[in-house]
């Protein structure tokens, strides 16, 4: 380190280097400043050992195949929930309809309230045996007692007199060929047996194995497992009524036969 002598001529004091380095963010000894020379390697300059500066890394791309599994997954269960609501709505929709509308769309039904609305017609209950233009009959002329139908599943014949004035009260009357397979009759006495307004019984000459009666309406099958059975009992059994719901299934006839049996007076049931 110099020291300028008092008196001397002035002089600039020279800078004595100690060996320190720069602190960080000054120039060093000697470098000018504001020059503008950077002091550090411009960037892009040759790696130590000699070597290139670094290239960029790509990066890879990995193919990947579309996960088909979830998407037929959600595309069947899409079809599925629309099949649901479809169905509800056809269900809904058939529901609302009148009953009649609903007979009718039924597949082979026959309706005699349509066709032959006269042969319906009867003045009177009649005594002793009576004939029909159906067969069975579906309507018409009957005598005074009833058949009785509160799910009576009957092993034989019965008077089709009594028969077709349960149908005025709101009765289905299935009707089956003798010789049914028993697994058949079974099925049609499980539809029946304890269902108000329903009753069952072999039937001579039919010319189906299973022929079903509402008041003016029929519908023959060749099979109890037909679906169009079922149909049949829900939209007209009390609503074929003729007489309205209330009209009495009780207390009506319970004897086989077909030759129609008069009660004795006291045990007559009411004229309906």
């Known amino acids: 380190m110099s020291i300028s002598t008092p008196g001397g001529p002035e002089r600039r004091p020279t800078v004595v280097s100690t060996g320190k380095k ?14 503008g020379k950077p002091t550090g390697k411009p960037a892009g300059s040759p790696r130590a050992g000699g070597k290139g500066p670094r290239k960029p890394v790509t990066p890879v791309k990995v193919s990947q195949g579309r996960a088909w599994g979830p998407i037929a997954l959600f595309v069947a269960v899409g079809v599925l929930a629309a099949g649901i609501i479809g169905y509800g709505a ?20 026959v309706n005699i309230r349509k066709t032959d609305k006269t042969s319906l017609d009867y003045e009177s209950h009649k005594s002793g045996p009576l004939t029909w233009k ?18 009576d599943v009957y092993d034989a014949p019965i008077a ?25 009759v079974d099925k049609l006495a499980g539809k029946v047996r304890g269902v108000e307004k329903t009753l069952m019984s072999p ?10 009666q509402a008041w ?39 004897a086989t036969g077909t030759t129609p049996r008069e009660l004795p007076q006291q045990q007559q049931p009411p004229t309906q």
């Open 203 to 212: 039937y001579e000459g039919l010319d189906k194995p299973i022929s079903l």
């Open 160 to 184: 089709s007199e009594h028969a077709v004035h349960s149908l005025e009260h709101g009765a289905v009357w299935i009707t089956y060929r003798p010789g049914l397979p028993q697994d058949q």
């Open 22 to 35: 720069p602190a960080a963010g000054r120039p060093a000894a000697g470098a000018k400043a504001g020059s």
């Open 216 to 254: 003016g309406y029929q519908l023959k099958v060749d099979n109890a497992d037909d679906s169009r059975i079922d149909e049949f009992i829900k939209d007209l059994r009390v609503n074929a009524s003729v007489e309205g719901p209330t009209a009495l299934c009780n207390t009506g006839i319970t």
């Open 90 to 109: 056809w269900a809904s929709f058939q529901g609302s309809k009148p009953w009649d509308k609903r007979a009718n769309a039924i597949e082979g039904i």
């Open 134 to 151: 159906y067969s069975p009959p579906v309507g018409g002329a009957h005598n005074a007692a009833w058949q009785n139908c509160m799910g």
